[in-house]
């Protein structure tokens, strides 16, 4: 089965821009899950392959919804307050 983006495939893959909402978060989330295996195993050339693919991606993921959700324990605020959090925990009482 062709890929319906196929119009606009190009040796580096489809343009960003020229993918739907659903399928740039398909690719991302291929690419994040692939992204080890590749750090470890890849040549030097499938590595900056996926490295410049990725920042296209995410690039084009965050012009779209710079609103999108941010979990408190993601910031560095929420971080430290954790960190806190168990060192209290950690004391003897």
Excluded: C, W
Excluded at 10 to 37: C, F, K
Excluded at 68 to 75: E, F, I
């Amino acid at each position: 089965m062709a890929h319906p983006d196929t119009a606009h495939a190009r040796p580096e893959g489809i343009s960003p821009h020229a993918l739907g909402n659903d399928t740039l978060l398909h690719e991302l989330e291929q690419l994040h899950r692939t992204r080890h295996e590749t750090f470890l195993y890849g040549s030097e050339e499938a590595l900056k392959r996926h490295t410049l693919r990725t920042g296209q991606l995410e690039a084009e993921y965050l012009h779209r919804f710079p609103d999108r959700l941010v979990t408190a324990g993601r910031t560095r605020a929420g971080a430290r307050a954790r960190d806190a959090a168990a060192r209290a925990e950690a004391l003897p009482e």
